[in-house]
Structures are given as C-alpha cells and as structure tokens.
T-cell receptor
Framework: DTAVSQTPKYLVTQMGNDKSIKCEQN?????MYWYKQDSKKFLKIMFS???????INETVPNRFSPKSPDKAHLNLHINSLELGDSAVYFC?????????????FGQGTRLTVV | AQSVTQLDSQVPVFEEAPVELRCNYS??????LFWYVQYPNQGLQLLLK??????LVESINGFEAEFNKSQTSFHLRKPSVHISDTAEYFC????????????FGSGTRLLVRP
C-alpha cells in the first residue's frame, strides 16, 4: 500500500545508454513531479504534470523526457546517459489546490552512470 | 522567484539537548512553508507545514516551527532531541500559484550524539 512507488530503487548503467525510471502513486493526486538530488543533497525540480499535462519544465537537457500515461503514473526516460546524470531521482505527487499542497515523495532511484 | 536559505549545513548536538535549525526564505508573493526530513537512504517525509492560520505549527514527534513573516523565517525547533532524530532536514517553500512546485533549501544535517 505504498503511496508513491518508484522502480528501480538502484540503477547502474554505462555512459551512452538509455534508461527509464517508473513512478506510480495511489493517492488519487492529480499532480506529479520529478526532482533531482545531486551528490551534495541539493534538491531541484525537473518536471511536473497535472492531469497528464506538462506544467513545469525546468532547465533540463532534452535527453530527459517525462511521460505521463495517466494521472497515477509519471515515468522519466533518459537518453544518452552522461556521468553527470548520476544522482538520486525522486518522484512526488500532490493534489493541486489551495490549502492542500503537501507533496508525498517516493523512496528515490539512485542512478549511477559509469 | 523564491529562494530558501539554510545557513547551517550541519548541526551537532547531544542527546536530550534542544536544537534549532534555521530557515529563511525570500519571495515576492505569499508562500506555503514546509519542513521535510530525510533519513539515510530514504525518501523525504513531511515533518510539518505552514499554510495559513496559527504561525506556530507542530509535528507529532515533538518538532515545531514558527512562521515569522517580518523576518521571512521558518525555523525548526525541538526542546529535547533523540538519537533517532539524526537525519537531513530540508526547508521548502511553495508559492500560491498554479505550479505548487517546491523550492528547497540546501539541507541541514542534524547529528545527535549520545
């Protein structure tokens, strides 16, 4: 009964590969996010979808492409992986609306590019 | 644009001592304020939040934070810490517009020693 679940938890891959991280939430939320946590633990938003519509697209290389097949899923596909992509990627969800903006986070996916 | 400053990267403290983790923010609009906690190798969990109303908010495990609009601060306090409180603490803001994205501070590592 995990609220926000991400797979895989760990991902080790070589430079140049293409990989995907999946995220699912069972909270009935209408908004989902991807955040990146770098080696210094700094967290920064990458993307956000509301009802399958992209509403936030921060300055992220276009090798990163999010896809939301439905409100409960937000996947992240990364092409041509680079060493600098190594980080922990967190999926989160919330319900859009005044007074109810708490975001619930997944356990994270630790991506290591070698 | 919003920003969050957590001046202390690490706060060492002895068990049962009081602690304050500082958070200051800047924003030209009204904001929601949050404290998240990250235990080692885990995701982020919401500790407490300020949306409106009473400026003093409390968590179930003894933490509290006070929203001070004039000083643009949202410091986190606990009168007596436990070893199990050792974790990374992140302050975050979300403005009251349509995006609801979280802007995080750089985090403060609370290290509780016996």
């Amino acid at each position: 009964d995990t609220a926000v679940s991400q797979t895989p938890k760990y991902l080790v891959t070589q430079m140049g590969n293409d990989k995907s991280i999946k995220c699912e939430q069972n909270l009935g939320h209408d908004t989902m996010y991807w955040y990146k946590q770098d080696s210094k633990k700094f967290l920064k938003i990458m993307f956000s979808y509301n009802n399958k519509e992209l509403i936030i697209n921060e300055t992220v290389p276009n090798r990163f492409s999010p896809k939301s097949p439905d409100k409960a899923h937000l996947n992240l596909h990364i092409n041509s992986l680079e060493l600098g992509d190594s980080a922990v990627y967190f999926c989160a969800s919330s319900h859009r609306g005044q007074g109810n903006t708490e975001a619930f986070f997944g356990q994270g996916t630790r991506l290591t590019v070698v | 644009a919003q920003s969050v400053t957590q001046l202390d990267s690490q706060v060492p403290v002895f068990e049962e001592a009081p602690v304050e983790l500082r958070c200051n923010y800047s924003s030209s609009v009204s904001v929601y304020l949050f404290w998240y906690v990250q235990y080692p190798n885990q995701g982020l969990q919401l500790l407490l939040k300020y949306l409106s109303g009473s400026t003093l908010v409390e968590s179930i495990n003894g933490f509290e934070a006070e929203f001070n609009k004039s000083q643009t601060s949202f410091h986190l306090r606990k009168p007596s810490v436990h070893i199990s409180d050792t974790a990374e603490y992140f302050c975050a803001v979300s403005d009251m517009d349509s995006s609801y994205k979280l802007i995080f501070g750089s985090g403060t590592r609370l290290l509780v020693r016996p």
